[in-house]
């Protein structure tokens, strides 16, 4: 059921509930899936940004990281666009996981240091084959997070989030790709994919990370 969220006059988000039941679910079992429950500004913020966005800033998704990232179609074939931290057309999102992130960092004690996010876009008939966010030791996300841009997505569309069990790859639920629905889990433990869809399929993927400093270059780019 969604949770209602309170804006003060300072255009903050007071939702310490829906903060309360993301901590607590991760806490229990490393991950939650709470459907429409995206704080209505938040949403309609990124569905808004999403409306302005230039094509030109879209451009085919890499695997890897750094370096070494690389495109290959035959593991993922959505376009992404990154949200830049100083984006003033997407405030609302850039303020709510923000105080999403301290939020956490007092109540789980994760250290976590930034956010980072990008739009994607799935043609129909695109995919992310299996997949980790992180792998262990190696690399500084920590919890990951989706949500959904997608007003009136029917069962039968497809495009659904396929998590499997971290112990035994067994498939663990598959979430619909809903509008304002929400996702997060530990990014080096769940394995998941996305699956093709028969519509445009919208969302936002981001990442809690800790601060990996490297050659005095704080936090290094993604």
Known sequence: MPVSTNTCKSGDFVDETLFEQ????????GYVVLPASLPETVADNLLDG????????????????????????????????????????????????RQLKDYLNRRLFLGLFGFESHFAHYLPGDFYKKHLDAFRGEANRVLSLVTYLNKGWE?????????????????????????????????????HE?????RDRYSVAGWFRLNTSLNNQIDPAR
């Open 155 to 191: 069962p039968h569309q497809g495009g659904e989030l396929l998590m499997y069990s971290p112990e035994d790859e067994r498939e663990l639920f598959k979430v619909q790709p809903c509008f304002g629905t929400l996702v997060l889990f530990l990014s080096e433990e769940f394995p």
């Open 22 to 29: 993301i901590a607590c679910a991760i806490e229990e079992r």
């Open 50 to 97: 999403l409306s302005r966005l230039s094509e030109q800033r879209f451009h085919r998704a890499k695997v890897g990281r750094g370096s070494d990232q690389v495109r290959n179609r035959f593991v993922r074939n959505d376009r992404i666009a990154w949200i830049e931290d100083d984006d003033d057309d997407l405030a609302a999102w850039l303020l709510w996981t």
């Open 194 to 198: 996305v699956l093709p869809a028969e």
